[in-house]
């Protein structure tokens, strides 16, 4: 596997809109799928799962979609708080091998 | 650039045993980080390395695990002895303090410990 992080794409969105993380996966036998949040200083936090069985699984202010089609995972944010700013990265598992985990998109929440 | 790499990719050892897992970060990177990932949980944070020193360990879980970094540069993370319930993927990240970017992390691929 691959170390991930080198290129940064950022997402800046007003307060209160959704917002919309896009990720691209690489392994159509991937089962397995987190999303994670980065905050400034500290270590990745997870933000919530779906396992490929699912298409959309729903959390607290956050819904995560799976295409298995075009093998794209998204994540929702509804009503974004300046909280919310962080780096937010996808990881997929393949059943009995490790994390591969997504470049990772840097989210700015503007007052 | 190289990323961040991480030995062995897979270890299998039965309890009571030790194992010594090794992470190498990107090159000029100060700040290390150890993860790990037990069985259907999520990712949890063990400990911080600032160069040679212990910033934040406070993600240990016990006494048989024990952090180096010797020189500042790669990281061993040792388990002795390993119990079942150790068993789990096992992440280093590396970061630099002086990016402009922010304290982004950058993961290694992780080992997977099993243990039986």
């Known amino acids: 596997g691959e170390s991930v992080g080198l290129h940064l794409p950022t997402l800046s969105v007003q307060e209160g809109d959704n917002s919309i993380i896009n990720c691209a996966y690489s392994n159509s036998a991937s089962d397995y799928f987190i999303w994670y949040k980065q905050e400034s200083g500290k270590g990745p936090q997870f933000i919530i799962d779906?396992?490929?069985?699912?298409d959309k699984r729903q959390g607290q202010r956050v819904t995560v979609l799976l295409n298995k089609t075009v093998k794209h995972l998204s994540l929702q944010i509804a009503a974004t708080q300046p909280g919310d700013s962080a780096v937010y990265f996808c990881a997929e598992e393949n059943y009995g091998q490790n994390f591969v985990f997504g470049p990772g998109t840097r989210l700015s929440v503007l007052p | 650039e190289a990323g961040v790499t991480q030995f062995p990719s897979h270890s299998v050892i039965e309890k009571g045993q030790t194992v010594t897992l090794r992470c190498d970060p990107i090159s000029g990177h100060d700040n290390l980080y150890w993860y790990r990932r037990v069985m259907g949980k999520e990712i949890k944070f063990l400990l911080h390395f600032v160069k040679e020193s212990k910033q934040d360990e406070s993600g240990m879980p016990n006494n048989r695990f024990l952090a180096e970094r010797t020189g500042g540069t790669y990281s061993t993370l040792k388990v002795q002895p390993a119990e079942l319930e150790d068993s789990g993927v096992y992440f280093c990240?590396?970061?630099?303090?002086?990016?402009?970017?922010?304290?982004?992390?950058?993961f290694g691929p992780g080992t997977r410990l099993t243990v039986l």
């Open positions: 779906i396992r490929s069985n699912m």
């Open positions: 990240a590396s970061s630099f303090s002086g990016s402009y970017l922010g304290n982004e992390q950058f």
